[in-house]
């Protein structure tokens, strides 16, 4: 037995096929023109319409089930429910932001074109889609308001439907319009040359002192000071290149995405790029690549990525990216 959670989806916009013939590989993060992106927020821990609840120690199991699971949808319509539905793409990415699942799903424009053009022109008619999930359990607890609690779970479907159970809770966070690759960004590693100088300095200036201590065991009360101001000052150095080979790291994936930053952004934001987890950094350079041209002039050749300000998802909110986009364009 398998309960069905519904779901809203809001927000779908195309990605233009251009450059297709010009992309033969695709690394981690996947730059495939012939995909079509969605944001969105999966679910909460809050009751839906039918009285029934995902709780938050549950969310893991969603997310390590989830991944490569099929969007599925009837063919040429949305049913109500999940009756005839087919796989219309799959999910790539799912993580969780505080009480809420956030996801990427793409959706397989080349496989079913009708279907995906179809999904676009309900949305922009007004006829706002939704998502419904296929959600295999094995316990159910019934708590004493009446709420049932799902334990026990893994996602085997997320499937487009004409009804919803959580009434506007997990809308589209944001659409992509294009995917194009970009001219490669030029990295200079002089800064990490610099500080490895400097560190090997700390480190000779460290061994002499330790030598003198060694032959000079009375002056060690007078050095000590010293001593310690080096050990710390080559602590600092260790740190900083840790930092600017991180970083550099980083701007290499920004690079290998196609995505073009310069130096201005990474020094901005250095302390939040670094502070990202592997697997927050990698969601991030996914939504990038996925919505790379949502702010790109008509005619514009060149890919700009919009300058969001939410890497940390957990507390910048939308209106506050939606700030951020109106003042970068004031700005052309």
């Known amino acids: 037995m398998e309960n069905k959670i519904e779901k809203i989806l809001s927000d779908l916009q195309l990605i233009s096929e251009e450059g297709l013939d010009s992309i033969d590989s695709f690394a981690s993060i996947t730059l495939n023109p012939t995909l079509r992106w969605m944001k969105f927020i999966l679910t909460d821990d809050k009751p839906n319409g039918n009285k029934q609840r995902v709780p938050l120690d549950e969310f893991a199991n969603l997310i390590n089930s989830g991944v490569h699971m099929p969007i599925k949808m009837a063919i040429g319509e949305i049913k109500p429910g999940h009756e005839e539905a087919v796989p219309l793409g799959v999910i790539t990415n799912l993580k969780q932001v505080r009480d809420q699942i956030e996801g990427l799903a793409a959706v397989w424009s080349r496989e079913r074109p009708q279907d995906v053009e179809f999904v676009i022109s309900e949305f922009k008619a007004g006829r706002t889609p939704q998502i419904s999930w296929e959600i295999p359990y094995t316990e159910i607890i019934k708590n004493d308001d009446g709420i049932e609690d799902l334990r026990g779970i893994c996602l085997r479907a997320a499937t487009l439907v004409g009804l919803a159970a959580y009434r506007g809770r997990t809308p589209i966070l944001a659409v992509a319009s294009d995917n194009k690759p970009n001219t490669e960004d030029k990295q200079s590693m002089e800064e990490i ?123 910048t909110t939308k209106n506050e990216v939606l700030k951020a986009l109106r003042e970068r364009n004031k700005k052309r």
């Open 193 to 315: 040359e610099t500080l490895k100088v400097q560190l090997q300095e700390a480190i000779d200036k460290v061994a002499a002192l330790e030598a003198q201590l060694q032959e000079k065991i009375g002056t060690l009360a007078s050095l000590e000071p010293e001593l310690t101001q080096l050990r710390e000052y080559k602590s600092q150095i260790e740190k900083e290149e840790q930092e600017a080979a991180k970083l550099v790291t980083i701007k290499t994936k920004f690079t290998e995405a196609g995505i073009q930053k310069d130096d201005e952004y990474f020094a901005t934001n250095k302390e939040r790029l670094l502070a990202l987890s592997d697997t927050d950094l990698d969601f991030m350079m996914q939504e990038l690549v996925a919505f790379a041209k949502a702010s790109q002039k008509p005619g514009d050749d060149r890919l700009e990525i919009p300058n969001f300000a939410n890497l940390d998802i957990n507390t």
